[in-house]
């Protein structure tokens, strides 16, 4: 798998983390990190790079020092910037970021876009770890309103083309018919296209229905 961490914020510890987090979780090979609005901070790169090296003792943070990481300026076009990637990490970003990338990634049933939160609260010079229980890592594709608007895409989405290809069908059959007015259509045939058609719109009719009463 390979993973495009978005980058927003200068803290280094923050993609650390992340990075651990998201190694820990998916089999990730490729981290890309890509910088928003701006070109890639070889310095900043290089910085977690060594971190990463003097933490890989550290159970969490082994995985994460061994992966391939690179940089790039982040396309500006959200659809193109998840594309062909199998995690977006979206917890360096603010969050109307954050919004547009999810927005994005609705249409784009592989990808998962990922969240890194604590469950505790640091104090002022304590640093800030991975440890075993002390955070979660989350795929807001697969939670709460992003996941119910998720799978109804993607139901919505398999009808209409189901209805689309039922329709090409129904025109081919028509046009055939006056290209070649003996050609004959078979009445049971008429009929069953006729229904499939039928089905097909009362589903996308119920599917309205639930998403407005939701």
């Not at 977690?48 to 082994?62: A, D, G, H, T, W």
């Not at 229904?195 to 119920?206: K, M, N, P, V």
Request: aromatic share 10%.
């Amino acid at each position: 798998m390979k993973a495009k961490l978005l980058v927003q914020s200068d803290k280094v510890e923050t993609y650390i983390n992340v990075m651990a987090a998201l190694c820990d979780k998916y089999p990730v090979k490729q981290i890309m990190l890509s910088f928003i609005e701006k070109e890639p901070d070889e310095s900043f790169i290089n910085e977690i790079q060594s971190k990463l090296v003097e933490l890989s003792s550290r159970p969490n943070y082994s995985k994460a020092s061994r992966v391939l990481l690179e940089g790039e300026a982040a396309n500006s076009d959200h659809v193109l910037l998840v594309k062909g990637w199998d995690v977006v990490d979206v917890t360096g970003v603010s969050k109307e970021v954050a919004i547009n990338i999810s927005a994005a990634s609705i249409g784009n049933k592989k990808v998962h876009v990922c969240q890194l939160s604590w469950k505790q609260r640091f104090k002022r010079d304590e640093e800030w770890i991975l440890k075993e229980g002390n955070h979660y890592y989350t795929d807001l594709m697969s939670t709460g309103a992003l996941s119910k608007l998720y799978h109804e895409y993607f139901q919505k989405k398999h009808v209409i083309i189901a209805f689309g290809v039922l329709f090409s069908i129904v025109f081919s059959v028509a046009i055939a018919k006056i290209v070649w007015p003996t050609f004959i259509v078979p009445e049971d045939v008429v009929n069953l296209f006729s229904l499939l058609i039928g089905a097909a719109g009362l589903y996308l009719a119920i599917m309205s229905l639930r998403s407005k009463n939701a």
